[in-house]
């Protein structure tokens, strides 16, 4: 199986930061690596696919980047809403992993 | 707009198969675009996939649980179930159905239903 580790886990904010969240593969998976959002007693919610690309109806301060096996999620300006735990996930084989997750909390 | 859907019993005896059905509403589960799939979540911990499978039949595992987990699809039903035995404490966890695009993202989910194994 492939392994995703994201950096950090736990992040201290407050509202109108920026913020970046890694997420490094364990090998290379082109740029299949998908972002979501969870708040706390919900299903998670995607954010971002293809590494880059927005999904439709998401807002536009989320965006993320890809270096290699290094991936990024940047929120540009913190929200209340934003105040959630962040996964990341590959599908670069049929064998689907996550990251162990990020939670963003408020300093 | 996708909308998904968990039901089955929410306690499970240690020994036992877990049973859970996704009803899908707003669309066809014949649609050749999605793979319909399971992940789950622990108490307090990330998230796990399961298993995915398209409506014709193609199949995907996570490899440390694929002994003990049968995907299947009901067309006529427009549903999809998720059946997991000799659960133990550990498969105490949120169960979520979900769709993936072409086995990718994860982008419609249901709301989860907490499953305990207990006895």
């Known amino acids: 199986d492939i392994q995703m580790t994201q950096s950090p886990s736990t992040l201290s904010a407050s509202e109108g930061d920026r913020v970046t969240i890694t997420c490094r593969a364990s090998q290379s998976i082109n740029s299949w690596l998908a972002w979501y959002q969870q708040a706390p007693g919900k299903a998670p919610k995607v954010l971002i696919y293809k590494a880059s690309s927005l999904e439709s109806g998401v807002p536009s301060r989320f965006s993320g980047s890809a270096s290699g096996t290094e991936f990024t999620l940047t929120i540009s300006s913190l929200q209340p809403d934003d105040f959630a735990t962040y996964y990341c996930?590959?599908?670069?084989?049929?064998?689907?992993?996550f990251g162990q997750g990020t939670r963003v909390e408020m300093k | 707009q996708l909308q998904l859907q968990e039901s089955g019993p929410r306690l499970v005896k240690p020994s036992q198969t877990l049973s859970l059905t996704c009803t899908v509403s707003g669309g066809s589960i014949s649609s050749s675009s999605y793979y319909w799939g399971w992940i789950r979540q622990p108490p307090g911990k990330g998230l796990e996939w399961i298993a995915s499978?398209?409506?014709?039949?193609?199949?995907y595992h996570n490899p440390s649980l694929k002994s003990r987990v049968t995907i299947s699809v009901d067309t006529s039903k427009n549903h999809f179930s998720l059946k997991l035995s000799s659960v133990t404490a550990a498969d105490t966890a949120v169960y979520y159905c979900a769709t993936f695009y072409s086995n990718s993202y994860a982008n419609f989910w249901g709301q989860g239903t907490l499953v305990t194994v207990s006895s």
């Open positions: 996930q590959q599908y670069y084989t049929y064998s689907l992993t």
């Open positions: 499978m398209s409506y014709s039949g193609t199949t």
